[in-house]
């Protein structure tokens, strides 16, 4: 089983298109898939299930240690299985650091490591508790890079963040860019570049399209709204590339 953060402490730089539209295009390469929602938005929960599971148990259960992770695992009809995110996740960062930890997460994940080949962890905008969690059981992060001039600053906080984990969590998880909103502008133009010098792996881009907001809008995945559309087609290409990298290992 791998497991795969999306992360980026800034919002809306697609964290949650990435996750939902990522871990439904590697379950239909027939990849046995969790999507974990770890944003107290649930946007993700939203997107696969309803909004009544958003307002159930889960994760929070999970981290807190009053359920075990499979009983919080629900189905959804993209073939992508669900933890949700529920609005209790709020609270965890009050005083969780002491009882829960960092490693909480990872523990629950080693519990069900045959049952899935990929996890994909939809992370807050923030570098709190739950991404801690998030980012200790990751085997890789990956960075959606929107192409603003805000955007590289995050992206040290994230490398800096992942620094001290690798020394302090005995882990080595591993950053991978990947650049969304792609337009033909000036900006993205460099941003593409920049991140393509300064990585030595860049996963293929997302381009801006609006058949993402509208699939979420719809509460259907991207490959079932408009499996033509381009960001369909490119996250079919991201997934392709993962499955490669993971085959190598
Ligand atoms: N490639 C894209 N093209 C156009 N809109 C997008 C794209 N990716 C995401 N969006 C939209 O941008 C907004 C922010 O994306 P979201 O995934 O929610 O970001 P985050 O989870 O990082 O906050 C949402 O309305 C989403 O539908
Ligand atoms: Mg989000």
Redesign the pocket.
């Known amino acids: 089983m791998q497991v795969i953060s999306i992360a980026n402490q800034k919002?809306?730089?697609?964290?949650?298109?990435?996750s939902v539209c990522l871990a439904t295009a590697l379950a239909k390469h027939d990849k046995r898939v969790l999507l974990v929602d770890l944003d107290q938005q649930a946007?993700s929960t939203i997107w696969l299930l309803t909004e009544e599971a958003a307002e159930a148990t889960g994760i929070y259960q999970v981290l807190t240690g009053k359920t075990p992770i499979l009983s919080e695992v629900k189905k959804s009809p993209s073939l992508v299985d669900v933890l949700p995110a529920n609005a209790e996740l709020a609270g965890l960062e009050l005083g969780g650091w002491t009882k829960i930890g960092a490693r909480k997460l990872s523990r629950s994940l080693a519990e069900i490591k045959d049952l899935y080949d990929l996890v994909i962890i939809d992370c807050p905008?923030n570098l709190g508790l739950a991404v801690y969690n998030a980012l200790v059981a990751s085997d890789q992060v990956i960075a959606?890079i929107d192409c603003g001039p805000e955007s590289y600053e995050s992206i040290s906080r994230l490398k800096m963040t992942l620094q001290h984990i690798t020394s302090e969590y005995n882990c080595a998880p591993e950053l991978i860019p990947l650049l969304?909103?792609v337009e033909r502008t000036k900006i993205a133009q460099m941003i593409t570049e920049t991140t393509k010098s300064e990585f030595s792996k860049v996963l293929p881009s997302?381009?801006?399209?609006?058949a993402?907001?509208e699939a979420?809008a719809a509460r259907m995945p991207i490959y079932q709204y408009d499996p033509n559309s381009g960001?369909a087609k490119d996250y079919t290409l991201v997934a392709e590339n993962i499955i490669k990298w993971h085959e190598k290992n």
């Open positions: 919002g809306g730089c697609a964290k949650t298109a990435t946007h905008p959606p969304t909103f997302v381009r801006k399209n609006t993402i907001p979420f960001a």
